[in-house]
């Protein structure tokens, strides 16, 4: 399935997007509890639709532009974008990659010193690794890793939210019954939205298999709700426990906790570090992606065994990060990066990016 065309086409970019946003985006619950669920569940709940509205969008019009431009990787396809601006959004990708893997790290540490008792350091060091041996198998692997691994993840959270549903559903309609609609929904969500988004342009090595206009707006428009929906399934999941949950540092460990299985809660862990894995994997690998082309415009090829190196040292640097802590990470880094990624990379694709499609130039073939 992987391998055929129409996967290849029309979901592999969707769950590439997915496979690395998860791990910044919602793993462990607590950016849902920061971007939505503290404003209440209902609040969060409809910013979460501006969110998935917002990546259909901007997915969409970055996959087109990528394809009729030729620009798969994130260097290229800024300097399409924003001309001679386009090291504004080198700055910010490599800040937000940075602080991406230090999210990790942390989220990392918290996780396996909840579940097994290990060193808070220990935990960072041993997601980092598993993160540069990946990175180290090259873009074949990465794109089938990322594949599977969003379907092992589907399945997670499907059974979390089957089995919280069964079991904690007057809670669920209890806290929606009596939650209010408050004001700043239509801001989370685009914040939100625009943090995870603003890393597209970094994973365009997945949109190589696309070949019309149709199949690239359609991809984007799937995107949005592949990226989401097991991130609607965990805030469901979360909204049983509310507001209790939005305390915790990990929510996920607590709401799977709750369930009282330790087998369950083995295999959610064990599937919460694969992801982590897996969306630092996806942040270098689009790093080494625009140095290889870098080399390639010199006519000189990018030395294989770089890569890891290259991955290392990120890697060291975020873990230093990641000793400041999973919650102050995510409630201070990514709430900058949001309106930063709005500015450098959101408003230009609706703008110029929509502009570029229409000129003769850009729309080659359509």
Same mark, same amino acid.
């Given at each position: 399935?992987?391998?055929?065309?129409?996967?290849?086409?029309?979901?592999?970019?969707?769950?590439?997007?997915?496979?690395?946003?998860?791990?910044?985006?919602?793993?462990?619950?607590?950016?849902?509890?920061?971007?939505?669920?503290?404003?209440?569940?209902?609040?969060?709940?409809?910013?979460?639709?501006?969110?998935?509205?917002?990546?259909?969008?901007?997915?969409?019009?970055?996959?087109?532009?990528?394809?009729?431009?030729?620009?798969?990787?994130?260097?290229?396809?800024?300097?399409?974008?924003?001309?001679?601006?386009?090291?504004?959004?080198?700055?910010?990708?490599?800040?937000?990659?940075?602080?991406?893997?230090?999210?990790?790290? *942390?989220?990392?540490?918290?996780?396996?010193?909840?579940?097994?008792?290990?060193?808070?350091?220990?935990?960072?060091?041993?997601?980092?690794?598993?993160?540069?041996?990946?990175?180290?198998?090259?873009?074949?692997?990465?794109?089938?890793?990322?594949?599977?691994?969003?379907?092992?993840?589907?399945?997670?959270?499907?059974?979390?939210?089957?089995?919280?549903?069964?079991?904690?559903?007057?809670?669920?309609?209890?806290?929606?019954?009596?939650?209010?609609?408050?004001?700043?929904?239509?801001?989370?969500?685009?914040?939100?939205?625009?943090?995870?988004?603003?890393?597209?342009?970094?994973?365009?090595?997945?949109?190589?298999?696309?070949?019309?206009?149709?199949?690239?707006?359609?991809?984007?428009?799937?995107?949005?709700?592949?990226?989401?929906?097991?991130?609607?399934?965990?805030?469901?999941?979360?909204?049983?426990?509310?507001?209790?949950?939005?305390?915790?540092?990990?929510?996920?460990?607590?709401?799977?906790?709750?369930?009282?299985?330790?087998?369950?809660?083995?295999?959610?862990?064990?599937?919460?570090?694969?992801?982590?894995?897996?969306?630092?994997?996806?942040?270098?690998?689009?790093?080494?992606?625009?140095?290889?082309?870098?080399?390639?415009?010199?006519?000189?090829?990018?030395?294989?065994?770089?890569?890891?190196?290259?991955?290392?040292?990120?890697?060291?640097?975020?873990?230093?990060?990641?000793?400041?802590?999973?919650?102050?990470?995510?409630?201070?880094?990514?709430?900058?990066?949001?309106?930063? *990624?709005?500015?450098?990379?959101?408003?230009?694709?609706?703008?110029?990016?929509?502009?570029?499609?229409?000129?003769?130039?850009?729309?080659?073939?359509?």
């Amino acid at each position: 399935m992987f391998s055929s065309p129409l996967f290849r086409r029309y979901f592999l970019p969707g769950f590439v997007f997915q496979s690395v946003l998860i791990g910044g985006g919602y793993g462990t619950g607590r950016e849902l509890v920061e971007f939505f669920l503290s404003t209440g569940p209902l609040t969060g709940l409809l910013g979460m639709l501006v969110s998935t509205l917002t990546w259909c969008l901007v997915c969409g019009v970055t996959f087109e532009l990528a394809r009729s431009a030729q620009t798969y990787d994130y260097r290229s396809f800024s300097k399409f974008l924003l001309g001679r601006a386009w090291v504004l959004y080198e700055l910010y990708y490599l800040f937000a990659l940075v602080l991406t893997l230090a999210v990790l790290g *942390a989220a990392a540490g918290s996780i396996l010193t909840e579940t097994f008792r290990l060193p808070y350091f220990l935990g960072v060091v041993i997601v980092m690794a598993a993160v540069a041996a990946l990175v180290f198998k090259g873009s074949a692997a990465i794109e089938r890793y990322l594949s599977l691994w969003s379907f092992v993840l589907y399945g997670i959270y499907v059974v979390l939210f089957c089995w919280t549903f069964s079991r904690f559903h007057s809670d669920i309609w209890s806290a929606l019954a009596s939650s209010e609609l408050n004001s700043g929904w239509f801001s989370a969500g685009l914040r939100y939205a625009c943090y995870n988004v603003a890393v597209v342009p970094a994973l365009l090595f997945s949109v190589r298999h696309i070949e019309t206009r149709r199949e690239a707006l359609t991809a984007g428009i799937l995107a949005g709700p592949i990226g989401i929906i097991p991130g609607v399934l965990f805030a469901f999941a979360m909204i049983a426990h509310y507001p209790l949950v939005v305390e915790q540092t990990v929510p996920a460990n607590f709401v799977v906790g709750a369930l009282d299985s330790n087998t369950f809660r083995l295999v959610f862990q064990i599937g919460l570090v694969g992801t982590l894995v897996e969306t630092g994997g996806g942040f270098i690998h689009s790093f080494n992606e625009r140095l290889s082309r870098s080399y390639a415009e010199r006519g000189r090829t990018m030395p294989q065994k770089l890569r890891p190196v290259i991955g290392v040292v990120m890697l060291l640097v975020a873990t230093a990060i990641a000793q400041l802590g999973l919650v102050e990470l995510v409630a201070q880094g990514y709430g900058m990066l949001s309106w930063v *990624a709005l500015c450098v990379y959101v408003i230009p694709v609706v703008t110029l990016g929509l502009w570029k499609l229409v000129l003769p130039t850009a729309a080659r073939n359509p």
